[in-house]
């Protein structure tokens, strides 16, 4: 069984940093896929960086140059440090991975698709 338990949200004001981290388990190690979403208010779940099979690491348009994703050696812990935050990152942020299922799958920026979630933590940021 996948569990993502994130953690490392909170308030800040724009320009601020938050380091946000998700303690993984149960995904897939054969064929791994995991990464950071969003979702804001009144609007859908947005992919922000994942990892590829191979490693490398792809990141949203949106994020790109502010946002840094990072793994521990064994990928049992993902972050997502995250820089100059601005009112329209204020949005609940969820580490996501590829389940044992094919159902409910979401693509990621990498291009790899994830299917389970954390329970997500806000971030706030305000002007």
């Known amino acids: 069984q996948v569990q993502l338990v994130e953690s490392g949200g909170g308030s800040v004001q724009a320009g601020g940093s938050l380091r946000l981290s998700c303690a993984a388990s149960?995904?897939?190690?054969?064929?791994?896929?995991l990464g950071w979403f969003r979702q804001a208010p009144g609007k859908g779940r947005e992919g922000l960086a994942s990892?590829?099979?191979?490693?490398?690491?792809i990141y949203a348009d949106s994020v790109k140059g502010r946002f840094t994703m990072s793994a521990d050696d064994a990928k049992d812990t993902l972050y997502l440090q995250m820089n100059s935050l601005q009112p329209d990152d204020d949005a609940i942020y969820y580490c996501?991975?590829?389940?044992?299922?094919?159902?409910?799958?979401?693509?990621?920026?990498?291009?790899?698709?994830?299917?389970?979630w954390g329970q997500g933590t806000q971030v706030t940021v305000s002007p």
């Open positions: 996501a991975a590829r389940g044992p299922t094919s159902t409910g799958l979401r693509i990621t920026p990498s291009g790899c698709w994830v299917n389970a």
């Open positions: 990892f590829g099979s191979d490693g490398t690491i």
């Open positions: 149960g995904y897939s190690r054969s064929d791994p896929c």
